[in-house]
């Protein structure tokens, strides 16, 4: 073809096509949303590092769609916007830099806290899935759910991995990664945010360009992730292909999308769930973020002064309820849903979500897949766990957490510590085991399958350290030259973690739990850099720690290794006993015991399925040790103070003590009457 003609741009019935760009055989669609932009050029580089190249104009239609079709294809070049707007409207901002597309399906990037993004027009050649489908139970309360960092499970040496990227290590590591979910016998894998985000924050200390000055983050990383850049993108530096290096270039090949469908696949293949942490209330901050350049007072909220509101508290927060925030939520969804099979969201700070979005998230979402996972972050703006239930979406459950475990491990401790919430009564912990169901006290939930039951997130100190804190205050300050010496549990500490562990695992609903949960692993700022004045002490707040600090030490596990084989046990347990996951409310029965930390109840087994009733006992109480009446005949003893599984320990008739700050559960087989 003649030069002159290559580069045809006709513009005619562009409806049709999605925002961003599509391809077809010999002709390429570039369409993008920003309606106060007066000129909108389109730039095709031949490679990412170059600052020029053809440039291209757009053409403007009556909704604010700059749009072109061009007689090519650009398969593996990038291009990006250059974007002219109004120079003193504080509801547009403007740079001279080029700005890539808000839908990009992959992204070249440079390590800098701009990020410098352009996007890479990628061929759709397919993934062979073979004969992989999504693995989702049709009841979520199915579920035990393993929240992580994908990078945590595989960067420390204990892990053994063949160092070939992070999506590659966590499917080959000989210990982390997948190996040590099939050991600890979890269904369910719930990754911190996994879409590319900006990782990089400003230095520290210093006044950029723009005029911003990181006074926060001594570390100037953004770790765990929740600052989303591109909503339709897979992370590149978790890539075989990537670096951390500072100014080097990321992303230039597709590695990411095949090491990430990869890691999908062989999760499904031992009937793992995915899920993936997701950030639809607002955007990154620092960066170059498509979203601030094209369209900001459409998709974000403002005030009467153009102001990001920031009821997120990151720096602004996405206004859902704009028609092409909306779709691009939901696009997004049915994008990582169809390209990588992904079972699940868990949705962060879900509270600022509108609740039509909320809606056709569901209804788009099952339309792909009847069992899709939806869970809520049920604040963020509003508290509204309740809305979601009534809306068809699990929760996090923040009142069995409190009510267990305490908000703060020395203001505001809770049952474990042998201490009752003037707050939270007896029938109010009832009510947390049965599913935290309303019209109960301090009810969240329609239903138990709405009820994601956790004592651990990524959020807050790890359970092990809000234990030991609580046992010792002294620790929330004390300064650890030897991370085996807080890690290593007391006899007290070990008995607190089991009993957490047993109370977590015997409430009804969906259950969480976080990465190395299950051997009490503690978080000590390791500052490997001597940037941080709190070196040693343990950590609340980890999010832009990429280190030790963060990453799990699997030899740790033999410290505590019956807390481990206990968590092992008990996720057996739960998921061989329908009747601990989805009785029916009126199925659970309390029994009235003088000591309020004393908590005991009988479950029917009927309508659940399982062939057992259960005799279940938790004695909260730091003093006394506590005699259970047993109903009628032989109960089998599978949960004591020191192990946990499906298997028999002992049998029992009549009665049996419950040592102080222990639990119990046992089973016996139902007769039929029929």
């Not at 932009?37 to 600052?51: F, G, P, R, T, W």
């Not at 005029?211 to 770790?223: F, H, I, L, Q, S």
Request: glycine content about 6%.
């Amino acid at each position: 073809m003649p030069e002159e003609t290559q580069h045809i741009c006709t513009i005619e019935k562009l409806d049709q096509f999605p925002l961003g760009c599509s391809t077809s055989g010999k002709q390429t669609v570039f369409r993008l949303f920003a309606p106060k932009a007066n000129s909108v050029s389109l730039i095709i580089y031949e490679e990412y590092e170059h600052d020029s190249g053809l440039e291209l104009p757009l053409d403007k239609n009556d909704e604010g769609i700059w749009e072109t079709i061009i007689q090519d294809n650009f398969t593996d070049k990038w291009y990006a916007y250059k974007i002219d707007g109004p120079e003193d409207d504080p509801f547009f901002t403007s740079t001279n830099h080029a700005i890539a597309d808000p839908r990009s399906r992959h992204v070249t990037s440079k390590n800098h806290h701009l990020q410098f993004p352009k996007t890479k027009i990628i061929s759709e050649e397919p993934f062979d899935w073979q004969d992989d489908d999504f693995v989702t139970p049709e009841d979520p309360r199915d579920l035990v759910i393993y929240e992580t960092h994908i990078k945590d499970m595989v960067a420390h040496s204990s892990a053994k991995t063949f160092v070939q990227g992070i999506y590659n290590d966590f499917r080959e590591a000989e210990v982390g990664g997948i190996s040590h979910l099939k050991r600890l016998g979890v269904n369910a894998v719930e990754f911190l945010p996994l879409q590319k985000f900006g990782y990089f924050e400003p230095p520290f200390g210093e006044k950029t360009a723009e005029g911003v000055k990181n006074t926060w983050n001594p570390y100037a990383r953004n770790y765990w992730g929740y600052m989303t850049s591109f909503f339709f993108a897979p992370e590149t530096i978790y890539a075989s292909d990537a670096t951390l290096e500072v100014g080097k270039v990321v992303g230039r090949d597709t590695s990411a999308q095949l090491e990430l469908k990869s890691l999908v696949k062989a999760l499904h293949k031992e009937n793992i769930s995915v899920i993936m942490d997701v950030v639809y209330n607002h955007a990154s901050h620092y960066d170059l973020n498509p979203l601030k350049y094209t369209a900001k007072d459409h998709y974000f909220r403002l005030d009467e002064k153009g102001n990001y509101l920031n009821d997120s508290w990151t720096g602004n927060d996405i206004n859902t309820a704009s028609k092409y925030s909306r779709e691009l939520i939901v696009e997004s969804i049915k994008h990582w849903m169809t390209e990588y099979h992904i079972d699940g969201f868990r949705f962060d700070l879900a509270g600022i979500i509108d609740w039509e979005t909320i809606d056709l998230i569901r209804e788009e979402a099952r339309k792909i897949n009847p069992n899709v996972i939806l869970i809520a972050e049920p604040w963020g703006g509003d508290y509204k766990p309740s809305g979601f239930s009534d809306h068809d979406w699990a929760s996090w459950n923040d009142k069995i957490r409190n009510g267990l475990k305490g908000y703060h491990p020395v203001e505001n401790k809770g049952f474990i510590f042998g201490e009752t919430d003037p707050n939270l009564s007896r029938f109010g912990i009832e009510n947390l085991i049965r599913g935290t169901l309303e019209p109960g006290e301090h009810g969240l939930f329609n239903h138990s399958g709405h009820s994601v039951n956790y004592l651990e997130s990524h959020d807050g100190y790890t359970l092990g350290d809000h234990i030991r804190i609580a046992l010792d205050p002294e620790k929330q300050t004390q300064v650890f030259e030897d991370r085996k010496e807080i890690t290593s549990l007391s006899k007290k500490e070990l008995k607190t973690a089991k009993l957490a562990a047993l109370s977590l695992f015997v409430s009804q609903g969906i259950t969480m739990m976080h990465a190395g949960q299950e051997w009490a692993r503690s978080k000590v700022i390791q500052d490997p850099s001597g940037k941080d004045s709190k070196k040693g002490q343990l950590d609340r707040d980890s999010y832009n720690k990429d280190d030790e600090t963060n990453w799990l030490n699997f030899n740790e596990i033999d410290i505590n290794k019956n807390l481990f084989n206990y968590y092992k046990g008990l996720i057996q347990l739960r998921l061989n006993t329908p009747a601990l996951r989805k009785a029916k409310p009126n199925e659970i029965n309390f029994k009235v015991y003088k000591d309020p930390l004393h908590v005991t109840f009988s479950i029917d087994g009927k309508s659940s399925g399982d062939m057992y009733d259960y005799f279940v006992s938790l004695n909260a109480s730091y003093k006394h040790a506590h005699e259970i009446i047993l109903p009628e005949g032989y109960w089998e003893v599978v949960v004591n103070s020191e192990k946990a599984g499906s298997s028999t320990l002992k049998s029992v008739e009549k009665s049996m003590l419950v040592p102080a700050i222990s639990g119990v559960v046992l089973r016996k087989l139902r007769v039929s009457n029929a």
